[in-house]
T-cell receptor
Framework: GAVVSQHPSWVICKSGTSVKIECRSL??????MFWYRQFPKQSLMLMAT?????????EQGVEKDKFLINHASLTLSTLTVTSAHPEDSSFYIC?????????FGEGSRLTVL | QKEVEQDPGPLSVPEGAIVSLNCTYS??????FMWYRQYSRKGPELLMY????GNKEDGRFTAQVDKSSKYISLFIRDSQPSDSATYLC????????????FGEGTQLTVNP
């Protein structure tokens, strides 16, 4: 199946700093990618839909100014957590669609101290 | 009320047992139903995908959808220790543009 790669897989940062997470579709082009957040022992919650060449669509309750999404090419979407705080510590997962099937990245674990 | 309800478990079974995992949902607009397996600290991987009501079998896995009851199931036959993971149900509406709604996930342990 198609491969979606995330980087970094784990990042630790200080409170107040910004962190960028990359999501790449390695062997296919994705006009749409999705960003999810998963807290421990909880389900995946959709944060936003990333659209290549246009603004992302955010789910209700997700701060667009805090979670900046850029989808500059057909194979790369980035999520930047700005001014991160400990409550932003979570597992961030992206997914991309290839011929109707969704493929998920391995996830990026963010720990904010 | 959550749109998708799933018993989080944990569920512990002996090797070789038949495992039954279930989800209920409240929104009749869901048309596509998926089961994902997620190992610890990894992204989910698709196990089964069904459209509307019916059964689908793939090896040791069988997915069932009962739209009249708003109830879906995943059965695992001859369970193996390697099946130990969290199983997430997910659903999608016809017009959602691939936006998935996930259940909480059921943590399964298969003991050798």
């Amino acid at each position: 199946g198609a491969v979606v790669s995330q980087h970094p897989s784990w990042v630790i940062c200080k409170s107040g700093t910004s962190v960028k997470i990359e999501c790449r579709s390695l062997d296919f082009q994705a006009t749409t990618m999705f960003w999810y957040r998963q807290f421990p022992k909880q389900s995946l919650m959709l944060m936003a839909t990333s659209n290549e060449g246009s603004k992302a669509t955010y789910e209700q309750g997700v701060e667009k100014d805090k979670f900046l999404i850029n989808h500059a090419s057909l194979t790369l979407s980035t999520l930047t957590v700005t001014s991160a705080h400990p409550e932003d510590s979570s597992f961030y997962i992206c997914s991309a669609r290839d011929y109707g099937e969704l493929f998920f990245g391995e996830g990026s674990r963010l720990t904010v101290l | 009320q959550k749109e998708v309800e799933q018993d989080p478990g944990p569920l512990s079974v002996p090797e070789g047992a038949i495992v039954s995992l279930n989800c209920t949902y409240s929104n009749s607009a869901f048309q596509y139903f998926m089961w994902y397996r997620q190992y610890s600290r990894k992204g989910p991987e698709l196990l089964m995908y069904t459209y509307s009501s019916g059964n689908k079998e793939d090896g040791r896995f069988t997915a069932q959808v009962d739209k009249s009851s708003k109830y879906i199931s995943l059965f695992i036959r001859d369970s193996q220790p390697s099946d130990s993971a969290t199983y997430l149900c997910a659903m999608m509406k016809e017009t959602s543009g691939s936006r998935l709604t996930f259940g909480e996930g059921t943590q399964l342990t298969v003991n050798p």
